[in-house]
């Protein structure tokens, strides 16, 4: 005799698809929350109000939401809230670095170059930054271009300097333009063109591997 094929779910079944919902729901109640916490931690930065604000950053950090855990060491590098502290500065930047802000692993990058709160390292600096430029950050595309005009960190290489402001001119760094045209100045006119060639071809490439 065939039996007709049941589509009854087993306890066990139904158990599972429970603990997924809940934990989904969980996630998503839990980022509103974060949401409103980033949000209120904002205005009370915006209003001068930095122990306040370090507080609720603090709290939200310890939580691994990427933003506050890099506005919390932006706040210990410039002392707001709390007195000035690189080293606990560069600790959150490196905890957000883990959460992937692109804006934290600048910071990062702007300590090595500058050698507080780390052990200075030019090559550790331009990592970092090529890192944070590939995800889109501007800064990082800037500071990127002119360490590659200086050779800072690395060789002097003006093409991809050249590349780097352009990309940086486009993502809308107020003195990205001016720099990549005044390094032109003093470039061949076939260096400039495969600069630009290859800045539309790192574009194309959502600036990965450039």
């Given at each position: ?9 087993s ?5 599972r698809?429970?603990v ?21 931690a ?30 919390l ?51 550790e ?9 590939e ?6 595309q800037?500071?990127?271009?002119v ?22 001119a ?14 032109a100045s ?10 630009q060639q ?12 450039c």
């Amino acid at each position: 005799m065939i039996c007709a094929k049941s589509n009854a779910v087993s306890p066990q079944g139904r158990q599972r698809k429970y603990v997924a919902l809940l934990c989904c729901l969980t996630l998503f109640l839990c980022s509103g929350v974060r949401a409103e916490g980033l949000a209120e931690a904002d205005e009370a930065f915006d209003r001068g109000e930095f122990v306040t604000a370090l507080e609720l950053y603090e709290a939200l950090a310890n939580q691994q939401e990427p933003a506050a855990t890099y506005r919390l060491g932006l706040m210990y590098e410039q002392g707001l809230g709390t007195d000035p502290d690189p080293m606990v500065a560069a600790s959150w930047y490196q905890k957000a670095q883990a959460l992937e802000s692109p804006e934290a692993i600048g910071a990062l990058a702007d300590l090595h170059l500058k050698g507080v709160g780390v052990i200075q390292d030019f090559k550790e600096a331009l990592r970092l930054n090529i890192s944070a430029a590939e995800a889109g950050y501007a800064p990082a595309q800037y500071n990127l271009a002119v360490a590659y005009a200086n050779g800072v960190g690395t060789f002097r290489d003006p093409v991809k300097a050249h590349m780097w402001f352009n990309i940086a001119a486009a993502s809308g760094y107020a003195n990205a333009a001016q720099s990549r045209d005044s390094l032109a100045s003093v470039m061949a006119e076939a260096e400039v063109r495969r600069a630009q060639q290859r800045a539309k071809a790192c574009m194309d490439l959502n600036l990965l591997g450039c």
